[in-house]
């Protein structure tokens, strides 16, 4: 089966940094996507982790550990504009289809 | 990215009519099409896994009678909720993947879908 898990709501403050958690038990392991969701929209991809460690895309970092399924995503130097839904994806072994977590709303406030 | 459309946007119905809905990948073949249902403050459920030119794969619990899905092309997939009723109304999104690299989907914008 498929267990993802992430918390329900955060709130930050614009300027300072925020870490999201993503803990998964899957099945099978192929991957790891973090998607951002603003209300009424369709997601759109932040990104992916399949090896172990740090991925850096500018004011976003995602982080993986695969013996400890765990991930989080780093968001820097929040702006308003950061307030959404952030979807932790995985992506198992069989068929394609993504499993999602819950999502976590962030709320970025001045 | 690619891209990939839905039509229409939104859409108001009569409980009991039926309702079909687009989904385009629109600079790529897409190889496999998802379909996923949001309901408010909730995260994406799978409905189904579409392939081009086979029948679709129906998720545990959805009713392969009820949400109808046609692939009939590399860049079309459509989803039509048959009989709607009130606890249809949902947010339907679609993705798309070419089989990539990392087998990245690409979302449409959605499609609100309100049963009165």
């Known amino acids: 089966g498929q267990n993802i898990d992430q918390p329900t709501e955060m709130t930050a403050t614009e300027g300072a940094i925020v870490q999201i958690n993503c803990t998964y038990q899957t099945s099978g392991f192929n991957g790891l996507f973090w998607y951002q969701q603003h209300a009424g929209e369709a997601p759109t991809f932040l990104s992916y982790?399949?090896?172990?460690g740090l991925e850096e895309k500018g004011r976003f970092s995602s982080f993986l550990s695969r013996s400890k399924g765990y991930s989080y995503l780093l968001l820097k130097e929040l702006q308003m504009k950061d307030s959404a839904s952030y979807l932790c994806?995985?992506?198992?072994?069989?068929?394609?289809?993504?499993?999602f977590g819950k999502g976590t709303s962030l709320l970025v406030t001045p | 990215g690619a891209v990939v459309s839905q039509h229409p946007s939104w859409v108001i119905c009569k409980s009991g009519t039926s309702v079909k809905i687009e989904c385009r990948s629109l600079?790529?073949?897409?190889?496999?099409m998802f379909w996923y249902r949001q309901f408010p403050k909730q995260s994406l459920m799978l409905m189904a896994t579409?392939?081009?030119?086979?029948?679709?794969?129906?998720e545990q619990g959805v009713e392969k009678d009820k949400f109808l899905i046609n692939h009939a092309s590399l860049t079309l997939s459509t989803l039509t909720v048959t009989s709607a009723h009130p606890e249809d109304s949902s947010f339907y999104i679609c993705s798309a993947t070419n089989s990539g690299v990392y087998n990245e989907q690409f979302f449409g914008p959605g499609t609100r879908l309100t049963v009165l």
């Open positions: 600079d790529f073949q897409a190889t496999t």
């Open positions: 994806a995985v992506f198992p072994n069989s068929g394609y289809a993504l499993n």
């Open positions: 982790n399949v090896l172990d």
């Open positions: 579409s392939n081009e030119g086979s029948k679709a794969t129906y």
